[in-house]
């Protein structure tokens, strides 16, 4: 879990806690004093009144009192895992990452989570999964905080808390816990047709895993990379599992629930105890980088739009191996804090508006999940590089700083002159070019194809996911009170395809309503080798 010193900025005296177990030859306070009872408290008698002196007693209850801290606003249910990645150098033309030449070995610490039930729901549910990576590097932490859904339900941050407001429990019977089956959800998703993609996602089998180490993860977002000369590359991050992906049905998934709600995290934790510790490829697909930020046609920076891996072939630049249980849950996967714009020298974001509202959002939200703003002192958080920042002071301050002069430069504690060459391996914004602006709250004309990509996905399917779809589709809207909800959805379904539109119609025992877009050509990409691919259906 990292070091157990602060580096520069200070260390915590006294034997470190984290090494602390219960199995001790006495019992202290928290004080270190030695205590001959944990079990009685003092009173004025045997059968007396606790006596108001009991310092024990009180510090016993008052820590217990605040064991629990708030659970993630999203993402709140995950396990995580330690493990290593390995470069394989062929990243070396597009990036100067550190971490990512060849053979270069690097701490990394995983967590997988559900999005929107709470931090005691069930893993089986259908929803989308989290994948989160956080790389220990000798650069700095880099955080690659991604979904195993490659596109997302919004296109600008702005949105966010609404789409979560609407998959979160109504908000007078807070029901349902964890699944996307109800009135709010599909009246958000039918209202903010942009969610269509992500939505159809989920309505397939890619929403429910067969196992946290048979799940694939996207950064979503395209990023921006470095080299050693200064050019950019644009990509996507993709994790490839070794496994290969597999999927629970539906009919499993809802058993599991009720059997072991707890099937992912003991699925996981059980492989890496018995050895059989889980692997997956980085893999990129790279873009050059224009001034239009397209591929194909496809808007680099619209975040519910794929580029098709035919198009842009994934190319694997590391490998990465789960190796080792967490020790603690609370010291390291509820406390660990990811965040986008953890990035290393290499790494660079774009202007995506999505990405643009998570990087203010995750440091934000730790701020009051974890305390205050000293959550990287936290073990798990610790990057393994050194640490010479001016930030001091504020809640749970666990360093102790020396010397007198925490800015920079200074010249009484001889620190940080800005020296000719210092920013050497320094992390430097890529200079982009911005065209000339009007401040706008607007979207490009791009972002408004909403149908074109959950058409391409949906005739990619075979017949037996079709089949899984449609289930889904028609399940999860038969839960809804709202007509108007479900026949708004219906709408939607027709501008993806007719037979969708259908058959969920027939299923809900509604009329199936015309599409009210021309349904988008698929065009020649080789994605669609399965379009006219037989149906049983047809
Ligand atoms: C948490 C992914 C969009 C806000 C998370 C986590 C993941 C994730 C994996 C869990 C991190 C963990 O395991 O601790 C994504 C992806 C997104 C996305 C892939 C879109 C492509 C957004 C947006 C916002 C946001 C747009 C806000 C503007 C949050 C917050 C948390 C979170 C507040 C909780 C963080 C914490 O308490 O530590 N997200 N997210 N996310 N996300 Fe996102």
């Known amino acids: 879990t990292g070091?157990?010193?602060?580096?520069?900025t200070g260390q915590p005296t006294g034997a470190p806690r984290a090494a602390m177990a219960q199995g001790g030859a006495y019992l202290t306070t928290a004080q270190g004093a030695r205590l001959p009872d944990g079990d009685h408290s003092l009173k004025a008698g045997a059968r007396g009144p606790v006596l108001l002196q009991d310092h024990h007693l009180r510090e016993k209850i008052t820590h217990f009192d605040h064991e629990r801290i708030p659970e993630r606003v999203v993402h709140a249910r995950g396990a995580a895992a330690h493990g290593v990645f390995q470069g394989y150098g062929t990243a070396a033309k597009v990036s100067r990452a550190a971490f990512l030449a060849k053979g270069v070995e690097t701490p990394v610490f995983v967590r997988f989570s559900t999005v929107l039930g709470s931090r005691g729901s069930a893993d089986t549910v259908r929803d989308t999964r989290g994948f989160a990576t956080k790389f220990y590097?000798?650069?700095?932490?880099?955080?690659?905080?991604?979904?195993?859904?490659?596109?997302?339900?919004?296109?600008?941050?702005?949105?966010?808390?609404?789409?979560?407001?609407?998959?979160k429990p109504h908000p007078d019977r807070e029901i349902p816990q964890a699944q996307s089956a109800h009135d709010t959800f599909w009246d958000f998703v039918s209202l903010h047709t942009e969610a269509t993609h992500h939505t159809l996602w989920n309505m397939s089998d890619r929403a429910l895993p067969r196992s946290l180490r048979m799940m694939e993860g996207f950064g979503v977002h395209t990023f921006r990379l470095v080299n050693a000369e200064g050019a950019t590359t644009l990509v996507k991050f993709h994790w490839k599992p070794k496994l290969g992906v597999h999927s629970l049905v539906w009919e499993e998934a809802q058993l599991t629930n009720g059997t072991d709600p707890d099937f992912h995290r003991r699925d996981l934790a059980d492989a890496i105890e018995s050895g059989a510790f889980p692997q997956w490829e980085l893999g990129i697909q790279t873009f050059?980088?224009?001034?239009?930020?397209?591929?194909?046609?496809?808007?680099?920076?619209d975040p519910t739009k794929i580029v098709p891996e035919e198009v842009a072939p994934v190319v694997p630049i590391g490998l990465m191996t789960l190796n080792a249980n967490p020790t603690n849950y609370f010291a390291e996967t509820e406390q660990v804090a990811f965040h986008p714009g953890h990035l290393v020298p290499g790494i660079d974001v774009t202007d995506d508006p999505l990405l643009a509202g998570r990087l203010f959002?995750?440091?934000?939200?730790?701020?009051?999940?974890?305390g205050g703003p000293n959550f990287?002192?936290?073990?798990?958080?610790?990057?393994?590089?050194?640490?010479?920042?001016?930030?001091?002071?504020?809640?749970?301050?666990t360093a102790v700083h020396?010397?007198?002069a925490p800015y920079r430069p200074n010249s009484l504690d001889g620190g940080c002159p800005f020296l000719a060459g210092a920013d050497d391996g320094a992390f430097i914004e890529v200079p982009v070019e911005l065209p000339a602006a009007r401040k706008v709250r607007e979207a490009p004309a791009s972002f408004a194809d909403h149908f074109g990509q959950p058409r391409l996905f949906w005739l990619s399917m075979t017949p037996v996911e079709r089949e899984h779809i449609i289930a889904a589709y028609t399940f999860e809207l038969a839960k809804c009170y709202e007509q108007a909800v479900k026949e708004r959805t219906l709408a939607v379904l027709a501008n993806i395809d007719p037979r969708l539109c259908a058959e969920v119609a027939a299923g809900l025992g509604l009329p199936a309503p015309a599409a009210t877009v021309p349904l988008a050509d698929p065009g020649p990409s080789p994605a669609l080798s399965q379009v006219g691919r037989e149906w049983p259906l047809d």
């Open 3 to 8: 070091p157990d010193t602060l580096g520069p």
């Open 137 to 167: 590097t000798g650069e700095g932490t880099f955080d690659l905080v991604g979904n195993n859904i490659p596109v997302f339900f919004i296109q600008d941050a702005i949105k966010f808390p609404d789409v979560i407001h609407a998959g």
């Open 288 to 301: 050059p980088d224009t001034p239009e930020q397209t591929f194909e046609g496809i808007d680099l920076l």
């Open 361 to 370: 959002s995750y440091l934000d939200t730790q701020i009051s999940r974890l």
């Open 376 to 397: 990287g002192q936290i073990p798990i958080n610790r990057p393994h590089a050194p640490v010479n920042d001016m930030l001091r002071d504020g809640a749970h301050q």
């Open 402 to 404: 020396t010397g007198v």
